[in-house]
């Protein structure tokens, strides 16, 4: 019997049980359970949006994620998406993180991702010219049952901060301010990682824009010159992961 035949084992459940409306496609009648969803699958990665979207809805969020993420909308501010939070909770936490440095605090959805994947007594720190919204990424870090003291928020703007932050003294570097910063984000965090840390920066596909051959404005010019000097760096070992609106990773070599 090959792989693709047969009914499910008893007592399996498959990984996604719900495919959901994202990728909510009938079911053909006649098909195993499993067939269906290797049908599902197929149409799936022939259709990148849709599996993009997807992997957005494959994370969970809980109630102060949801609170974090309704305020950043009341306030017309972008967050890191669902999908891009659980990769950055990932790389924390592969990275053992003790020391986050993190430009952009928002309203605290990438905060409470990153806070959850390092170490039970890691510290956040987190920078932001706009004390209002840390002060709501400061009520979603409680409500998400972190202590006081596992985030430290400096209002300021990044390049006036980074340089009072101690070299080699970051896991991790996670930039989603002002994207004409980045190559300069990219200086400083490469300054502020330990040997083997890692730097991520948010949105580097600006919707489309990166990859669009008409006219572009500074911040797109200036996305496109980050990922070639984050791919042609000697210092750098790059992936450019397809979540949300581009999550570019980067670890310092050792
Ligand atoms: C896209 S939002 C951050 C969202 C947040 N990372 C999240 O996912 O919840 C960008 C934030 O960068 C802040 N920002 C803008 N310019 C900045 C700068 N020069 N330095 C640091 N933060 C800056 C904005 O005030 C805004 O809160």
Redesign the pocket.
């Known amino acids: 019997m090959g792989p693709t035949s047969g009914p499910d084992p008893p007592g399996r459940p498959h990984p996604f049980p719900t495919p959901g409306p994202i990728c909510g496609f009938p079911r053909a009648s006649g098909y195993s359970h499993r067939c269906q969803l290797r049908e599902q699958e197929r149409v799936i990665t022939a259709n990148r949006q849709t599996s993009w979207a997807f992997a957005d809805a494959f994370a969970v969020e809980d109630e102060a994620l949801r609170w ?2 309704d305020r ?1 909308r009341e ?1 017309g ?4 998406s669902p999908g ?2 659980a990769a950055l909770r990932m790389l924390a936490a592969t990275a053992d993180a003790k020391a986050v440095a ?12 990153l806070l959850l994947g390092m170490r039970p007594d890691g510290v956040l720190t987190t ?4 004390p209002d ?1 840390q002060q709501f ?1 400061r009520q979603a870090f409680r409500a998400a049952g972190f202590a006081g003291n596992r985030a430290r928020f400096i209002p ?6 980074l340089p009072r932050l101690a070299d080699g003294g970051y896991d991790v570097v ?1 930039c ?3 994207r004409t ?1 980045y190559l300069a984000y990219l200086d400083e965090s490469l300054r502020l990682l330990r040997p083997g840390g890692l730097v991520c920066f ?2 580097v596909f600006a919707d489309g824009r990166t990859v669009d051959s008409g006219a572009q404005p500074v911040e797109v010019l200036t996305l496109r010159e980050l990922l070639r000097a984050v791919r042609e760096s000697g210092e750098l070992v790059p992936s450019l992961l397809p979540v949300g609106d581009g999550l570019l990773c980067a670890v310092r070599r050792g």
Request: proline letters at 5%; charged letters at 25%.
């Open positions: 974090a993420r950043a306030a501010l972008p967050s890191v891009t939070g993190e430009i952009g605090t928002g309203t605290g959805v990438s905060g409470i991702y920078v932001d010219p706009e919204r990424a300021g703007r990044a390049l006036d901060v996670f989603d301010g002002d910063e948010e949105g």
